[in-house]
């Protein structure tokens, strides 16, 4: 995440989003970090905070699951 500067975008968009537009900048990034390598290959989901935030994790859980 430092090397992010603590951006969490670079962990969860699609790779056609990375390499165009405002966040290819993370390319770099991308192909020399390994702890996002992990990060990216492990991410199962995201939470996002509101009303139904705590059902989403076990979603996201149970679709990575398969």
Wanted: hydrophobic content about 45%.
């Amino acid at each position: 995440m430092a090397a992010l500067t603590f951006k969490r975008e670079p962990i969860y968009f699609l790779e056609e989003k990375l390499r165009a537009g405002a966040f290819a900048r993370y390319r770099l990034a991308m192909r020399h970090s390994a702890p996002l390598e992990a990060a990216r290959s492990t991410f199962v989901g995201r939470a996002i905070h509101g009303s139904a935030w705590s059902s989403q994790p076990a979603a996201a859980l149970e679709k990575a699951r398969g």
